[in-house]
């Protein structure tokens, strides 16, 4: 059997560097690790960090296609972030100018979750912990 130990990392590509950039970062909080522009490929490669932990690599190409759908497409569906209080989250999303739709909660656990969306239309849901 296969000994994987976790997931590494989650790979996004954006269609807008520099306002992806600054949504992940001041929206969302990660912190940067590194940042690489990859000329040959006109590319830009960015490291993002959550609490100390190393998880998603934001790359730039250009004029890279739009997703077929939201979020029922073949593949990734969406990125899910633990919070300790969804509704706390909302708030702080609310004040930066992002309205997460309702709050829903999950038939099997009684959890509480939100989604919301990246600049490019990516799924992001926030589910309390």
Do not use: W
């Not at 306002?19 to 590194?34: A, C, M, N, V």
């Not at 073949?74 to 709050?103: M, Q, S, Y």
Request: with cysteine; aromatic share 12%; proline share 7%.
């Amino acid at each position: 059997m296969l000994q994987l130990q976790g997931i590494h990392h989650i790979a996004i590509i954006c269609s807008d560097y520099e306002r992806s950039k600054k949504f992940y970062t001041e929206i969302l909080g990660f912190k940067i690790d590194r940042e690489v522009l990859r000329a040959e490929r006109q590319s830009y490669k960015l490291d993002l960090s959550l609490n100390g932990l190393y998880c998603i690599e934001l790359f730039s190409f250009p004029d890279p296609p739009k997703r077929p759908s939201r979020p029922e497409a073949t593949g990734l569906r969406h990125i899910a972030f633990e919070v300790a209080d969804v509704e706390a989250a909302i708030g702080e999303l609310n004040a930066k100018g992002i309205f997460p739709e309702p709050v829903r909660t999950d038939e099997f656990t009684g959890r509480k979750f939100t989604f919301f969306a990246d600049p490019d239309d990516l799924p992001i849901e926030l589910y309390e912990a």
